[in-house]
């Protein structure tokens, strides 16, 4: 029913105007037209992040969206720590903290919040 759908990621924050610095201007996402008032629709590669108002914004206290960058993690990760991303670091049984990413085998993981609070992560897979 659903497996030939796209999906898209739904964040909710309290700012609008510190949404679209955020997922705009540091993260570098492309905005659509949304046609809706306190609604932002951003281009993410084929997928869309919807970013809308609410009084329950950053409540989530798991992953809202994420974002598989391959090869280009690390180079990724120093960007957005350039622009002021301070990475999250968490205890994740089987995985060790290097630097800021959370690596186990072949896969490295960063998490890192926006400014509602919302988490977000990037991983090399």
Not at 50 to 72: I, K, M, P, R
Request: charged letters at 15%; a negative charge.
């Amino acid at each position: 029913m659903l497996a030939n759908r796209n999906a898209m990621a739904t964040i909710a924050v309290k700012d609008l105007a510190a949404a679209k610095q955020f997922y705009g201007g540091t993260l570098g996402l492309t905005q659509q037209e949304s046609g809706e008032e306190d609604v932002l629709t951003y281009q993410s590669g084929t997928a869309i992040v919807l970013v809308y108002v609410s009084q329950f914004a950053g409540t989530n206290q798991a992953t809202s969206c994420t974002w598989s960058v391959g090869d280009e993690f690390d180079t990724i990760m120093k960007a957005l720590k350039t622009k002021g991303v301070v990475f999250e670091h968490y205890d994740m049984p089987g995985m060790t903290l290097q630097g800021d990413a959370h690596v186990a085998g072949d896969f490295k993981g960063a998490w890192f919040k926006d400014p509602s609070g919302n988490i977000l992560h990037i991983l090399n897979q």
